[in-house]
């Protein structure tokens, strides 16, 4: 029996290059900094696992479900969103960065392993779902895989769900992260109405729980009430709008979607993490410092294109910035923190407990 196009997609992402690379990139917290937080191969799998839950209960398509959730952060820079946002602004002259797209460019041309072409051959579907945002200045010349972002319309609900998995995925393991690191306590969730209403259920149940297992216990029961309600609501607005197929998904709004009570305490949630976690001094400082690491291996680079890799010198030279920018794209935090040494001669403070 051959595997379906989706499968094949897949398969294909798995034995990529940039998918073992996840391993080595931050989520939030520096690989380095511990052994027990999440990194964006974690997360990507959790993702997954997510998206798969809710396509299987929806009669979705799995395989294609949990290619986009496996691909969608491939075209993440080292050091999370402190590494894009920095490599965005090196890059603002040459129309910028943005790591959406740059998964795309990861699955379309940067991979190298097929004897036939460049990329991983994808389907539209696949490549559809990865390409989750777009300027539409950028859209034109993406064609029809961006069709969406100058027409308006959506994905398939593959597709949208892989996303909204990503929301509940890293908001809730950002909760247990957040809390292992000590950067928040549980007192101050408190005042999370989602954590609080499943700490309460589960401190009332098992009082005597151990603090590690009363945490994992709350997350659990709201990564699963997360999951339902996603069920149940996309299944709702589904029928609500009676599309027949995808061709009427995509002409439609967005399906896929939590219910209003839900998304106000998914909103709740993520205002807490962005404000107590991702804001924390700590955080802060590592993220400081892996942005003058990403600038200024841009400006290395930039300045000596001879020190690229012949391979990428060989791209810069077609491709100008873009090459430096997709070489950099590719790095994991480690790497990048070894190759900034090596041609600024300097070390950044914040890296050198690895
Ligand atoms: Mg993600």
């Not at 070390?347 to 690895?354: I, L, S």
Request: hydrophobic share 40%; proline share 3%.
């Amino acid at each position: 029996m051959g595997r379906t196009a989706f499968q094949r997609d897949r398969d294909r992402i798995v034995h990529c290059t940039a998918f073992r690379r996840l391993e080595y990139k931050t989520q939030v917290f520096i690989n380095h900094e511990g052994d027990l937080y999440r990194t964006r191969l974690t997360h990507s799998i959790e993702v997954a696992q997510i998206a798969r839950t809710v396509a299987r209960a929806l009669g979705l398509d799995e395989d294609l479900t949990e290619a986009v959730s496996l691909a969608h952060d491939l075209g993440h820079t080292p050091f999370g969103h402190a590494g894009q946002d920095a490599l965005d602004a090196a890059m603002a002259s040459w129309g910028g960065f943005e790591h959406n797209l740059q998964s795309l460019r990861v699955v379309d041309e940067l991979e190298q392993r097929y004897a036939a072409f460049d990329g991983l051959n994808l389907s539209f579907e696949t490549r559809e779902g990865i390409l989750k945002r777009c300027r539409p200045e950028l859209a034109q010349a993406l064609g029809e895989v961006a069709g969406r972002f100058l027409r308006g319309g959506s994905p398939c609900l593959e597709a949208q769900i892989a996303n909204l998995a990503d929301e509940i995925a890293y908001s809730n393991h950002d909760v247990d992260d957040g809390l292992r690191a000590g950067l928040i306590d549980q007192e101050a969730l408190q005042t999370v109405d989602l954590f609080a209403r499943h700490s309460g259920a589960v401190r009332e149940r098992y009082p005597a729980l151990a603090e590690r297992r009363r945490v994992h216990e709350t997350i659990r029961r709201m990564i699963s009430e997360l999951i339902e309600d996603l069920t149940a609501e996309t299944l709702r607005r589904v029928s609500a709008a009676g599309v027949r197929d995808v061709a009427e998904v995509r002409a439609s709004p967005p399906l896929a979607a939590f219910s209003a009570p839900i998304r106000r305490d998914l909103t709740q949630l993520k205002r807490f993490l962005a404000e107590r976690l991702y804001q924390h001094p700590r955080v802060e400082a590592v993220m400081g410092a892996a942005r003058t690491v990403v600038s200024e291996l841009f400006a290395s680079y930039r300045e000596e294109p001879q020190a690229l890799p012949t391979e990428h010198r060989e791209r810069f030279g077609r491709l100008g910035e873009r090459a430096i920018a997709d070489y950099i794209a590719g790095m994991t935090d480690r790497f990048a923190i070894r190759a900034h040494h090596e041609l600024t001669g300097r070390r950044v403070p914040e890296f050198d407990a690895g």
